[in-house]
């Protein structure tokens, strides 16, 4: 394991974070506009002064070369639009925000996925299934720009139930949880249903069966544990997606988080915040596909072998 992890570092990790970099800073400054093209009244020698203070004077090598060396001693700058401050404050503000709501919406969907999917395997063609089936079906359709606007419509405006916006509160929490979880309980509750059909006819299963347990423990305690190898892979690509992904989501409701920093980056064209954002996700989005590998490993230890040949 340890093997892997290493080889994963230096042979994957490395590299791709340097590509992400370098075809990250190219893009920014390939479209069009600056971080100070929308500010009013800027006369030439104030626009140069602002220009020549951050560095964007110098030719587009030399700006590359230089980020480069500042990230290498993780150093991301200072935020064009945030005067004062820089992005690694701004990330380590906003990002526990974005944790929380992707915590919470990764939470409900595994509850709510494999609660579904358990409901769907116990009787394979019936109406539970169908039931489940057109659920998931619905969820995956359904995006969180149109989902989201829905539910702060139906249980904010209508019935006052909930906030529609902020982050005060333990009830500011559901919507937005609900939202950016609901597209990943209809993939969860799916592969959930194929991998108990699939494991239900082992001769393990049919070897408890025969010894009288209960239906209900036979899928639970011995078919869920195999069944869930599916959903371990998928969670790493799920949970990278629901903390990074919660763009839309943190904007409809208001939402303090990364995703709403990354957004007004985006627009204010401030490159260093958009260059922090897209490195720190893409960390993220690394971390949880390493560590859904050493789960797999962990739950099938046949797996480890084909890990390092992986790596």
Not at 86 to 107: K, W
Not at 173 to 186: D, E, F, H, K, N
Not at 253 to 278: E, H, K, Q, W
Request: hydrophobic residues 50%; contains cysteine; positive net charge.
């Amino acid at each position: 394991m340890i093997t892997f992890i290493t080889r994963r570092l230096f042979f994957q990790t490395v590299p791709s974070l340097f590509l992400i970099v370098t075809v990250a800073f190219f893009l920014i400054r390939l479209a069009p506009g600056g971080p100070f093209a929308s500010e009013k009244s800027i006369s030439p020698e104030v626009l140069k002064q602002l220009n020549t203070h951050y560095g964007l004077d110098k030719p587009i090598l030399v700006q590359y070369t230089d980020y480069l060396k500042n990230v290498v001693r993780g150093d991301l700058g200072p935020s064009f639009k945030y005067p004062g401050r820089n992005v690694t404050e701004l990330i380590a503000e906003a990002f526990p925000v974005s944790l929380e709501l992707g915590v919470y919406a990764l939470l409900f969907a595994i509850l709510a996925g494999i609660g579904a999917g358990l409901l769907a395997a116990s009787k394979p063609g019936g109406a539970r299934d169908y039931l489940s089936t057109i659920l998931s079906t619905s969820g995956i359709c359904i995006p969180s720009f149109v989902l989201g606007p829905l539910l702060v419509l139906l249980f904010g405006l209508k019935l006052g139930l909930v906030n529609v916006s902020g982050w005060s509160s333990a009830s500011d929490r559901i919507l937005p949880s609900l939202s950016l979880g609901m597209v990943y309980v209809a993939y969860i509750a799916r592969l959930t249903r194929g991998g108990l059909l699939e494991t239900m006819v082992q001769d393990y299963i049919r070897t408890a069966r025969a010894k009288g347990i209960p239906e209900s423990t036979v899928m639970i305690k011995h078919a869920l544990r195999g069944a869930l190898l599916p959903v371990v892979s998928f969670l790493g690509p799920a949970a990278a997606g629901l903390i990074t992904g919660s763009f839309v989501v943190e904007t409809i409701f208001s939402i303090p988080g990364l995703g709403r920093f990354f957004v007004t980056a985006a627009f204010n064209r401030d490159y260093t915040m958009i260059m922090g954002t897209v490195i720190f996700y893409a960390i993220v989005i690394i971390f949880f596909n390493t560590l859904v590998d050493i789960t797999q490993a962990l739950l099938d230890p046949r797996l480890r072998s084909k890990l390092n040949e992986k790596a």
